[in-house]
């Protein structure tokens, strides 16, 4: 009987891209298996263009108190009748799909009674990459391939990029403004750029692609116009990347493009700075305390393969 492996990545999108590896690994350990993604609407795109996943289910977060769409979850978890369950969220809300998976799965996680718990004391304490592959070794996973990613690509050729571009990413979560470095500093740092820039980012950052647009005009604005795919197709041109602790710049890192981090005190580079082929990371407590000239300096080093 074919093997049915589920795995579990709900958000956010930089730890989905952090988890490329993690899902190479799964596929690579159980390369005639039917494996299937829980997920959630935002990565149906990514996950649904990826080499390691046969199905991909975008159900993963029902509001608890919506007990019909929480009970179709439930059915259709049982249902399946999964041999083995890689729980990469480990969150309290995936370990509880547990009960609805049934306990005769195998289960590689947080979860009470998991067959396979990783119970790393110090799983907390160390960078995401490296706490997921110690999750998979419990799990009986040795070995890790380079994930390929040359699907992570997309048809850009209508947006007339420029040569040599800077790839500017402003965002970063609105809850957390002490992730975002000002937009008034993104605007002189594209000024001091001595190449072409391009800004992207999703819908919501728009009014910080207007705000750099009104110092850099003749800057190409994409803010709102891509989808994943696409925003890694961007990156992979770009001569450099420039943004926040963000999801997009942890996908302009993984598609390759020499990517320069930005971090503040809200977040710990140690524990989920992006990797990728030619990271750095620049970190300043307050964050937006940190000066343009040093950005700029940064970025000469990294455009001139000084990361």
């Known amino acids: 009987m074919r093997e049915r492996i589920l795995v579990i990545k709900l958000a956010a999108l930089g730890d989905f891209v952090q988890a490329f590896g993690p899902f190479a690994a799964i596929r690579a350990h159980h390369p005639g298996a039917h494996i299937t993604l829980l997920t959630t609407p935002p990565f149906a795109g990514l996950a649904k263009a990826a080499p390691w996943f046969d199905a991909v289910w975008t159900d993963g977060r029902p509001d608890w108190l919506d007990l019909r769409a929480v009970a179709r979850l439930a059915l259709r978890l049982r249902r399946v009748g999964f041999t083995r369950v890689y729980d990469l969220q480990t969150s309290s809300r995936s370990s509880r799909y547990r009960l609805f998976v049934g306990g005769a799965a ?181 964050l937006d305390a940190l000066g343009v000239e040093e950005v700029l300096h940064s970025t000469l080093a990294l455009s001139t393969g000084g990361a």
């Open 106 to 286: 195998e289960w590689s996680g947080i979860a009470r009674g998991a067959s396979h718990a990783h119970a790393d004391p110090m799983r907390d304490h160390i960078h995401t990459v490296e706490r997921q592959r110690g999750q998979l070794i419990v799990a009986g996973i040795r070995d890790f391939p380079n994930p390929a990613l040359d699907w992570l690509n997309s048809d850009v050729e209508n947006f007339h990029l420029p040569e040599g571009f800077a790839l500017i990413l402003p965002g970063a979560s609105a809850a957390r403004p002490g992730k975002r470095w000002p937009t008034q500093n993104f605007a002189q740092l594209a000024a001091g750029l001595s190449m072409p820039v391009v800004i992207c980012g999703g819908p919501s950052e728009l009014p910080l692609a207007r705000e750099i647009l009104a110092t850099v005009p003749q800057a190409l604005d994409l803010t709102g116009r891509t989808d994943l795919r696409q925003l890694a197709a961007v990156a992979r041109q770009a001569r450099l990347a420039v943004g926040n602790d963000s999801g997009p710049t942890h996908l302009a890192a993984a598609s390759g493009c020499p990517t320069l981090a930005l971090f503040g005190d809200e977040s710990d580079p140690a524990l989920c700075a992006p990797r990728g082929p030619a990271v750095q990371i620049l970190r300043h407590s307050p």
